[in-house]
């Protein structure tokens, strides 16, 4: 296993460029860091490549070269230089970038992002999407991208269960799905009670909205429902990924 010591290394300088949006594209990868998160990209039948690995993750960096990456072990310096954290996880691995799914093969159950632009934000959503029992993420443009080392990270492994699909226009989209027959929840500030909207039926899409200006107009026209959670102490609102917890656990309860 060669031991790569320069950062001007050609693979060290391309792992580098996967933490940008633009290199991602470019180069058709994304970038996985640490042991738990690698084992689950791989568990979920993703491509490895290319892997940069300390001394220690050498029995790691061998199981990645049995499933096909170039394997190299580094100093942790270059770990550094090519992680998106301050403090690397002492492995990292570039994968082939998933395909998103298809609008006409959507899941039933889909949470759909309307503008939320904050990594945390939408990683936390998909995390627990997938842990509520949700099949399926839609994102809408200006959403963070879902490939980000931030927002996959935050996801902890769901990224690679649960699929995305993408859209540049979310009000069409949702038109799309309602003619097909699901139902369209959106969350509001103006909707009524969330615990008194009728029950959506077997397919349905709940929307959330960007943490500043909510849902867009032409997404609000779109929806069957608007509906809001209740307040009852002084805070107006809530955090995003907070609001879009509670109401796909209790849209999957009702469900």
Not at 43 to 70: M, P, Q, S
Not at 151 to 167: C, E, K
Not at 190 to 213: Q, T
Not at 220 to 249: F, T
Request: contains cysteine.
């Amino acid at each position: 296993m060669e031991h790569i010591t320069s950062a001007k290394n050609p693979v060290v300088k391309a792992m580098r460029g996967l933490r940008d949006h633009k290199g991602r594209e470019t180069a058709g990868r994304f970038l996985v860091e640490g042991e738990v998160m690698i084992r689950e990209a791989l568990k979920c039948g993703l491509t490895v490549r290319d892997a940069l690995a300390e001394e220690d993750f050498i029995a790691l960096a061998v199981e990645l070269e049995g499933a096909g990456a170039r394997a190299y072990t580094a100093p942790r310096s270059l770990l550094e230089a090519v992680s998106d954290t301050r403090t690397p996880q002492g492995i990292c691995a570039s994968f082939d970038l998933p395909a998103p799914l298809p609008l006409r093969d959507a899941p039933a159950r889909i949470v759909a992002l309307d503008g939320v632009q904050d990594p945390g934000n939408v990683g936390t959503i998909w995390r627990t999407a997938d842990a509520a029992g949700f099949q399926g993420l839609l994102l809408g443009a200006g959403c963070a991208d879902p490939l980000s080392p931030k927002v996959q990270r935050s996801a902890m492994g769901s990224g690679f269960r649960l699929p995305f699909m993408q859209t540049g226009d979310m009000p069409e989209a949702l038109a799309q799905l309602r003619k097909r027959g699901w139902a369209v929840i959106a969350s509001d500030l103006r909707g009524g009670d969330f615990y008194s909207h009728p029950d959506p039926g077997a397919k349905f899409v709940l929307v959330i909205g960007s943490e500043a200006r909510g849902i867009s107009d032409a997404t609000r026209q779109a929806a069957d429902m608007l509906v809001k959670l209740p307040m009852r102490g002084g805070a107006e609102s809530l955090n995003a990924a907070v609001a879009a917890g509670i109401m796909m656990y209790e849209l999957m309860r009702k469900h």
